[in-house]
């Protein structure tokens, strides 16, 4: 009976050390932005979609919602929240500039979480998409790195890293 016991609490004690080695990585915190190990797109790329700046993560078991607040050129505060489903289901959000629409995915070992952006947008009765990729990564408990990639007015790839110190 006692080896029995024993079989059974070893057998509970290896389930659960297999699940917290195979967890994901959790980005909830506040951000700042480290502008002197990241660096910005070249040739006009300017800022990179939602990228820069400081923000703050909040996230649960299947979402991941960033808030950042800017502060305008007229000095007016201006606060966007993105909610980005960790399930793998699209997920829409709006913005100034219109709705995007987006898909995470973790890698196998569940460190980096890759989240790819499509977002419409009309200008003068013309309409043009945008496609961007934000690659996150800890790199150690206390800095974030997200590498934003999306394609340049000439069609080109323009690409940004942003570097975060946890506040």
């Not at 196998?108 to 977002?119: C, R």
Request: charged share 15%; no cysteine; proline share 1%.
């Amino acid at each position: 009976m006692h080896l029995l016991s024993l079989t059974i609490i070893l057998a509970f004690l290896a389930s659960a050390e297999t699940n917290a080695q195979t967890g994901k990585v959790n980005f909830e915190g506040s951000w700042a932005l480290n502008t002197a190990k990241s660096t910005q797109p070249q040739g006009g790329g300017g800022r990179m979609g939602g990228g820069g700046g400081d923000f703050t993560a909040a996230q649960g078991s299947n979402l991941l919602t960033v808030t950042r607040t800017r502060t305008g050129q007229d000095g007016t505060s201006n606060t966007t929240i993105m909610k980005y489903s960790l399930d793998g289901k699209e997920s829409v959000n709006t913005s100034q500039r219109g709705d995007s629409k987006s898909a995470a995915k973790w890698s196998a070992d569940g460190k980096t979480l890759t989240i790819s952006t499509s977002i419409t947008m009309e200008r003068n009765g013309v309409s043009s998409t945008i496609n961007s990729t934000e690659v996150w990564t800890l790199t150690d408990a206390k800095t974030l790195t997200v590498v934003s990639t999306r394609n340049g007015q000439d069609g080109t790839p323009v690409s940004a890293t942003m570097v975060y110190d946890k506040k």
